[in-house]
């Protein structure tokens, strides 16, 4: 059984730019979720999204923005890239809810410069 | 507002030796609890998590942890700690209500002496 798989593993990009991120999720897995880690903040949500509708959503400004598939499949999209958004982001699915668990993927390492 | 808390930044243990983390967390109903564990430039796996029922959770790796309602608390245990145990663990709590969304602690970095 395949595990979360993000794409890609490494990106660098300029400052003012914009970036999506791919997430696919555990075949039958429903939820998926996006999370945001830094040395400095550790790991923060960013947003979970449900059978293609957003659940919930972080403190996070407009600039960050999701959506999901009807394979489940999501992305993330941050626009007007800054230095402070280089982090790992981190994906995470699960069937329906916390009580199924969330398996995470190995994430994509952003390098804003 | 939900918070988590891991006090040790950094934990060091001779091989063979026996590991705590500890985690305490702020939360007006019943939690969902879990611990993590993350490998450098890897995503997090998870090793147990605690919704309701028997207090002690066993895990996989032979983790276990007990949830303590009455100290706020859901430390990490293991007996005997494996030189690959040396990761970085975190604490986080979630809610039926919040759909997927976690709030995770600072995490501990285990280093294990041989």
């Known amino acids: 059984k395949a595990g979360v798989t993000q794409t890609p593993r490494y990106l660098i990009k300029t400052r003012g730019q914009q970036v999506t991120l791919s997430c696919s999720p555990i075949?039958?897995?429903?939820?998926v979720s996006w999370y945001q880690q830094t040395p400095g903040q550790g790991l923060q949500f960013l947003f979970e999204?449900?059978?293609?509708?957003?659940?919930n959503k972080g403190n996070f400004p407009g600039r960050f923005s999701g959506r999901q598939f009807s394979n489940s499949r999501s992305e993330m999209n941050v626009s007007t890239l800054e230095l402070g958004d280089s982090a790992l982001y981190l994906c995470?699915?699960?069937?329906?809810?916390?009580?199924?668990?969330?398996?995470f993927g190995s994430g994509t390492r952003l390098t804003v410069v | 507002a939900q918070s988590v808390t891991q006090p040790d930044i950094h934990i060091t243990v001779s091989e063979g030796a026996s590991l705590e983390l500890r985690c305490n967390y702020s939360?007006?109903?019943?939690?969902?609890l879990f611990w993590y564990v993350q490998s450098p430039g890897q995503g997090l796996q998870l090793l147990l998590k605690?919704?309701?029922?028997?207090?002690l959770v066993q895990g996989i790796k032979g983790f276990e942890a007990e949830f303590k309602r009455s100290q706020s608390s859901f430390n990490l245990r293991k007996p005997s700690v494996h030189w690959s145990d040396a990761a970085e663990y975190f604490c986080?709590?979630?809610?039926?209500?919040?759909?997927?969304?976690?709030?995770f602690g600072q995490g501990t970095e285990l280093s294990v002496k041989p």
């Open positions: 075949s039958g897995h429903r939820s």
């Open positions: 999204y449900f059978s293609e509708t957003q659940r």
């Open positions: 605690y919704f309701s029922g028997d207090t």
């Open positions: 995470a699915s699960s069937l329906d809810s916390l009580v199924n668990g969330y398996t």
């Open positions: 939360y007006g109903a019943t939690p969902y």
């Open positions: 986080a709590v979630g809610s039926s209500n919040q759909g997927g969304k976690l709030i």
